[in-house]
């Protein structure tokens, strides 16, 4: 595709229930990002990565967040034993240079 | 946190210019202004950015002080669908890899 591509699109989830979240960059493009955007706020960084090295996570907020990107392209967002804290649009970003390319995101609602 | 600082809200007559201010006092010498914007329900998507000289592309123009404490993004005929929320962000052209780093922005209303 020509953008970043991001599944599910909602994810409706029992607190307490495991979530992948899928990104798909753009082909070629070697830095992707993960951010959280709750209601009404800015996105918040969450974690980068060049190819398959995550090269920074101090943005994820516990130790119940975790996200991987084996083979340098697609790459998965996943939240262990989600809180209602965790409800948020999850956005992904791939660049190859200084201009970010944002996916519509992942709308997460814990119940 | 943000190095930025945007006025939460403006409106705009559709067909008028919008002007986006933003501050960024503290910004350092390597640094470039970039600008954002985020329709509802979609990402992000890139404006334009800047080091020092005024840049001018398809979608808007960027307008940085000579002491680059601050900028201002124009719209120079905005629509209806230029209604969002408008991210100034400051960062190292050469942190490529360093995560943009967001404010709540300033959402612009367009109406007719």
């Known amino acids: 595709g020509a953008g970043v591509s991001q599944s599910p699109r909602y994810k409706v989830a029992k607190r307490g229930q495991d979530v992948a979240l899928r990104c798909d960059p753009i082909?070629?493009?070697?830095?992707l990002f993960w951010y959280q955007q709750a209601l009404g706020q800015g996105p918040e960084f969450l974690t980068y990565?060049?190819?398959?090295?995550?090269?920074?996570k101090s943005g994820l907020p516990s130790d119940r967040f975790f996200a991987e990107r084996p083979e340098g392209s697609v790459s998965t967002l996943k939240i262990q034993r989600t809180q209602q804290e965790d409800s948020a649009v999850y956005l992904c970003?791939?660049?190859?240079?200084?201009?970010?390319?944002f996916g519509s995101g992942t709308q997460l609602s814990v119940l | 946190d943000a190095k930025t600082t945007q006025p939460p809200s403006m409106d705009c007559a559709e067909g008028r210019a919008a002007n986006l201010p933003c501050n960024h006092s503290?910004?350092?010498?390597?640094?470039?202004v970039y600008w954002y914007r985020q329709i509802h329900s979609q990402g992000p998507q890139y404006i334009i950015h800047?080091?020092?000289n005024n840049e001018t592309n398809e979608m808007a123009s960027l307008i940085i002080t000579e002491d680059r404490k601050s900028s201002t993004l124009i719209l120079p005929h905005a629509t209806l669908r230029d209604t969002a929320v408008y991210y100034c962000?400051?960062?190292?052209?050469?942190?490529?890899?360093?995560?943009?780093?967001f404010g709540k922005g300033t959402t612009l209303s367009v109406s007719s």
């Open positions: 962000i400051v960062r190292a052209l050469n942190q490529a890899g360093t995560a943009l780093i």
């Open positions: 082909s070629g493009h070697v830095s």
């Open positions: 503290t910004i350092s010498g390597n640094e470039y």
């Open positions: 970003a791939s660049s190859r240079n200084e201009k970010l390319f």
């Open positions: 990565f060049q190819n398959e090295a995550q090269l920074d």
């Open positions: 800047g080091l020092k």
